[in-house]
């Protein structure tokens, strides 16, 4: 008896989505050597490789015959229900995950600083007299908000049409979401693989490690973006969160600087604070679902 998952999709958009970012990665490397991520130029093109998701997810529709717009907004790319909501929900999330994070560094006894201080005395007089460091902070917290909910979400909805669009719908025929979520977690944290290993993206030292470390992570926050995604039948609040994150990411290492496996974005602290930040999000899940979403 079939489960009703489309498996013929999925490898079409694992192919199309692995195949040209892990060559476009190889031809970096080749071309720019492993400190090629500090040259603005390649920054640009991995920014755009968020976008081979998608194109996977429109090579799968076109290949099995579906119609790609209807497709598209079948999988998520679409308003969805509880939009103000849900949007202002994974916005804020990463900030719950920095706050609680901070909170868990300074029990731990980790360093916990401003994330501007290091900056703000190269900062010119005028500017200092302006600004106190506590100001600086808020404008900083203020320009990664903006930056997260509009630049950052459109690079992060390319790869949420693949992740929390179409293997989240298809997985689920056949699933439950703490399955799914660890095979989603796993593919879309094998997909940076090639990334942190020549690169260090996220780890410049022990990047075997980071990998390991990253899987987990990407686990944990794909279950808690899939829930964005199934309360609402929209990607745009997960790429919301997704876009948070990015943005947050320097202020996250700033605030607790030491070793990125220790430490935030992706590293242990985050996986403790991520998953206590998941905890009330799986209970509003229960609470809030719809009859389609069990």
């Known amino acids: 008896m079939s489960d ?19 060559l476009m990665d190889f031809i970096i490397y080749l071309v720019g050597s ?3 991520l500090a040259n603005p130029f390649y920054q640009s093109l991995i920014a755009g490789r968020m976008y081979f998701p998608m194109l996977g997810v429109i090579l799968s529709l076109l290949i099995t015959k579906a119609g790609i717009k209807d497709g598209l907004k079948m999988y998520g790319l679409r308003i969805g ?14 900030y719950l995950i920095y706050i609680v994070g901070i909170a868990y560094g300074y029990l731990i006894g980790f360093p916990v ?20 460091p506590s100001t600086l902070l808020a404008l ?14 459109l690079f992060a909805i ?3 049409i693949g992740w929390r669009g179409l293997m989240l719908d298809e997985l689920r025929k056949r699933f439950g979401l703490p399955i799914t979520s ?12 090639p990334l942190i290993i020549l ?10 490690l980071g990998i390991l470390l990253y899987t987990a992570i990407c686990i944990i926050w794909t279950y808690i973006l899939s829930i964005l995604k199934i309360l609402g039948g929209s990607i745009i609040p997960a790429a919301v969160m997704h876009g948070m994150l990015n943005a947050t990411t320097a202020l996250m290492l700033s605030t607790i600087p030491v070793q990125r496996v220790l430490g935030m974005p992706v590293g242990l602290l985050s996986i403790i604070s991520s998953i206590t930040v998941l905890i009330p999000i799986m209970v509003l899940e229960r609470i809030v679902r719809s009859p389609r979403s069990k």
């Open 140 to 153: 900083s917290l203020i320009s990664a908000f903006i930056s997260g909910i509009s630049l950052n979400t």
């Open 113 to 132: 600083m401003n994330p501007v201080e290091k900056i703000y005395p190269a900062l010119p007089k005028e500017v200092r007299q302006l600004l106190s």
């Open 199 to 208: 690169f260090g993206y996220n780890y410049p030292t022990n990047r075997p």
């Open 182 to 193: 660890t095979i989603i977690g796993v593919v879309w944290s094998l997909w940076h693989a």
């Open 81 to 94: 229900k509880r939009f103000p909501q849900l949007f202002l929900l994974g916005a804020s999330i990463p």
């Open 4 to 22: 009703g998952v489309d498996y013929r999709r999925i490898s079409i958009f694992l192919i199309a989505a692995y195949a040209p970012a892990y």
């Open 34 to 36: 492993e400190k090629a």
């Open 158 to 160: 390319g790869e949420e």
